[in-house]
């Protein structure tokens, strides 16, 4: 049978690393081993400390916890972000040599030490890449001594106790590096490439590459999320009819969508645009205080242009060789559409 190892950096917060157990246990997925690197900060030895108890308490368990020299990990003391990778990357490239399945952690630790940590996951071929979600309150006091109890029974380790709401683990996508580590090593020794990097093997492995890297690919915006978004908008379009009536700034949605729907569809479309980058602040706000309101052209023209003013990022502004969307505009809700659109668009997506 296939053992399983869970390897994570460690902070103050014990159950930033058990709770990815417990939560890969919820998966039918049982970690035979538990290795932890950390600073040798006190804080943190009270975490390992805490989790030795734990895991003792748990069968077939064995909790190592390991900690480079420094006690901060800042590179006053020589270095010690390398130090925490090289760490990280040792214990993963063991258990990759016995045979293990390696489960890698992010959420333990300074936010510096999860991304140290994604990286020798990479160059060292992990099998998995875990964030572990916890609620509010688990995450307020995940580090307080008062509440944090070396017991499976205790929500701040175990916070699969307090049901689905209060805990998700989140499988983060990552690329398979570690066929470069010896030729990595051969250029730090000699300063030459590797004759394997031949124009054959490029052009051989460029498509499983791309492949990869098409999941982060346009920057900002995931495939997932550019086809969430054609999705809201043939959900609004099928749904919504305009009806113009004597008053022209003055227009009823009608359909299968109520006014709370539309407002929930137009609030992820915003959402999605706001976290790829497509909008500021000051244009998402703007935009969401005109999302429900029918207004007539002059209306429309004269925010929207006052939006676009405020759009550091431009995407508003490329419209201005597409006069014609904004003249025929008369809702908010299908200005915003036509954005969407351009945008994927512009993107190569549609």
Not at 135 to 156: Q, S
Request: hydrophobic fraction near 40%; charged fraction near 25%.
């Amino acid at each position: 049978m296939t053992e399983h190892v869970l390897i994570s950096p460690l902070g103050f917060s014990p159950g930033a690393v058990s709770g990815v157990y417990f939560a890969l246990e919820q998966k039918n997925i049982k970690a035979n081993q538990i290795i932890t690197v950390g600073t040798a900060h006190q804080g943190v030895r009270n975490a390992a400390a805490i989790l030795n108890t734990l895991f003792r308490k748990v069968n077939d368990v064995a909790y190592k916890a390991c900690y480079i020299d420094a006690e901060e990990l800042c590179d006053r003391v020589g270095g010690t972000s390398g130090s925490f990778a090289a760490r990280m990357g040792l214990y993963i490239d063991r258990a990759q040599r016995s045979g293990q399945t390696v489960h890698v952690a992010v959420t333990g630790g300074r936010s510096g030490m999860g991304a140290l940590a994604a990286l020798a996951a990479q160059i060292y071929r992990a099998h998995h890449l875990y964030h572990l979600w916890v609620d509010e309150e688990i995450e307020r006091w995940g580090a307080d001594p008062m509440r944090v109890r070396p017991d499976p029974d205790n929500c701040y380790v175990n916070p699969t106790i307090k049901g689905k709401n209060a805990w998700s683990l989140v499988s983060l996508p990552f690329l398979d590096l570690s066929d470069l580590i010896k030729d990595a090593e051969k250029y730090r020794r000699s300063g030459q490439v590797s004759a394997n990097w031949t124009a054959e093997r490029l052009v051989g492995e460029g498509p499983a590459m791309f492949k990869a890297l098409s999941y982060y690919v346009p920057a900002g915006l995931t495939i997932a999320r550019a086809e969430e978004l054609l999705e809201l908008v043939a959900e609004w379009r099928d749904g919504i009819e305009w009806i113009t009536q004597d008053d022209p700034t003055k227009k009823m949605p009608i359909g299968k969508i109520d006014l709370a729907g539309q407002k929930a569809i137009w609030d992820r479309v915003l959402s999605i645009l706001y976290t790829a980058g497509a909008l500021d602040d000051k244009s998402r706000e703007s935009l969401r205080r005109l999302m429900n309101e029918s207004i007539s052209n002059d209306y429309a023209q004269r925010k929207l242009k006052d939006v676009a003013q405020q759009d550091e990022v431009g995407i508003l502004q490329q419209l201005t060789a597409h006069k014609e969307i904004i003249i025929t505009t008369v809702t908010v809700s299908t200005f915003i559409l036509a954005v969407v659109e351009l945008w994927l668009k512009a993107q190569g997506i549609i």
